[in-house]
């Protein structure tokens, strides 16, 4: 029988590839009550719950008319808790090329993702998201 922790390892790995499909399933890994929160100090930034989270990635998901691949570059997990590593590759609907490094914390229960906090290099995302 698996842990807990290969559990939320596997659902953590079910979840960036559904990211990586462009579809919105990944909002299946989502409860009502899940808080995703962006480091960044600009409109990328910020806390949202699942609702707000639909438009607002549906923006910049839009925005990268190929999607986003994201590769697992490592993993670790502690009962509830994932932090994973991620390499992000894209080109932007302006040509520009995308490719980021992400660092995530995934608080999971009952399979569901409670709670995402992303790092990632904020300063490319308003780069190539914002124009700044």
Do not use: C
Not at 54 to 83: D, R, W, Y
Request: no cysteine; aromatic share 10%.
């Amino acid at each position: 029988m698996s842990s807990l922790t290969d559990e939320n390892k596997k659902i953590a790995k079910k979840f960036f590839e559904a990211l990586s499909t462009g579809s919105d399933k990944y909002l299946d890994f989502y409860t009502d009550d899940s808080v995703i929160w962006t480091a960044g100090d600009n409109a990328i930034g910020g806390t949202r719950t699942k609702k707000e989270i639909i438009n607002f990635a549906q923006n910049i998901l839009a925005a990268f008319p190929s999607g986003i691949t994201f590769k697992i570059t490592g993993m670790t997990a502690e009962e509830e808790k994932v932090a994973v590593e991620v390499s992000g590759e894209a080109i932007h609907a302006s040509g520009q090329t995308y490719n980021n490094q992400y660092h995530f914390l995934l608080r999971i229960q009952d399979g569901k993702i409670l709670e995402l906090k992303e790092y990632m290099d904020t300063q490319l995302a308003a780069k190539i998201l914002l124009g700044e």
